[in-house]
């Protein structure tokens, strides 16, 4: 988790040895919106959170917001066996995941022996865990690729938001944001060993390496807050403070026409 300070600092010397990802137009963010599913009882969260040597989520991912029925979104599955995370998954549009999630009806053409495949992957899951939309997660995404060696990657996110309501990537994004506006968080992607560059610059300044997981993240605060509202824990100062309305965005891919406001420990409920 990077401070403001940190970011540009550590941005100087990125763009010496890699190249804004092509999505980046300009210079520019880019926005990622996604639907996890899980069970009635979070099972699969919460099996994540125990950090099994195992583990496994489903969700669904946009790069509009809002989407619309005919665009398109991607259906994926992201397992994690030690420290190997894989990503397995399907393109089809809004609707036609909205029908397959819903009963198992797949878009018509399946003519790629690499989509029928991750479809069986799909199928078994499904079979295996009855699961309905339970969180909402969108972020501002800058990206870059080593110039030498285009496997190595570097992502770093802003504006994560939540919520745990309205549960359909056809609608704007807005919610609770989970990290402070002058922070980012960034995810080092690389199979092999860690260029020497990159080393040295995080040695210099002081950024470490942390566990974050998005999901995980705004499902403690849902289970914080939950506790607040029972009263089985008691409610900082800044849980009584009356949230602005959130004001929902336009339709846009390269960023968030949206209010939303952060709140350390605990998240924004209607």
Same mark, same amino acid.
């Given at each position: ?24 137009? =300009? ?46 979104? %991607? ?68 990206? %870059? ?6 496997? %190595? ?18 609608? !704007? ?7 402070? !506006? ?82 350390? =420990? ?5």
């Amino acid at each position: 988790m990077l401070s403001m300070e940190q970011y540009e600092a550590l941005l100087g010397e990125i763009h010496k040895y890699m190249d804004p990802d092509k999505f980046c137009v =300009g210079g520019k963010d880019y926005g990622i919106y996604n639907l996890y599913y899980d069970t009635p009882d979070d099972y699969l969260i919460r099996t994540s959170l125990e950090k099994p040597y195992y583990k496994e989520k489903i969700r669904l991912r946009s790069y509009f917001s809002p989407a619309g029925p005919d665009d398109k979104v %991607f259906l994926e599955i992201k397992k994690k066996v030690g420290g190997i995370v894989t990503k397995r998954r399907v393109t089809m549009t809004l609707a036609e995941a909205d029908a397959y999630i819903r009963n198992r009806q797949k878009p018509a053409d399946l003519s790629k022996y690499l989509q029928k495949q991750i479809f069986s992957e799909l199928d078994v899951f499904l079979d295996n865990y009855h699961v309905a939309p339970k969180q909402y997660i969108s972020y501002q995404r800058s990206a %870059f690729f080593g110039k030498d060696d285009p496997d %190595f990657r570097l992502t770093f996110d802003r504006e994560i938001t939540e919520r745990r309501y309205d549960m359909s990537l056809g609608l !704007p994004s807005y919610g609770a944001q989970i990290i402070a !506006p002058n922070q980012r968080l960034m995810e080092v992607k690389i199979a092999g060993a860690m260029p020497l560059w990159l080393s040295q610059s995080l040695s210099e300044l002081k950024i470490y390496k942390i566990s974050f997981s998005k999901y995980g993240t705004a499902y403690k605060r849902f289970i914080r807050n939950k506790l607040y509202q029972e009263g089985s824990l008691h409610a900082p100062a800044i849980a009584q403070e009356q949230a602005p309305a959130e004001e929902p965005g336009r339709r846009i891919v390269h960023n968030i026409n949206t209010q939303n406001i952060y709140r350390p =420990g605990i998240a924004t409920m209607r």
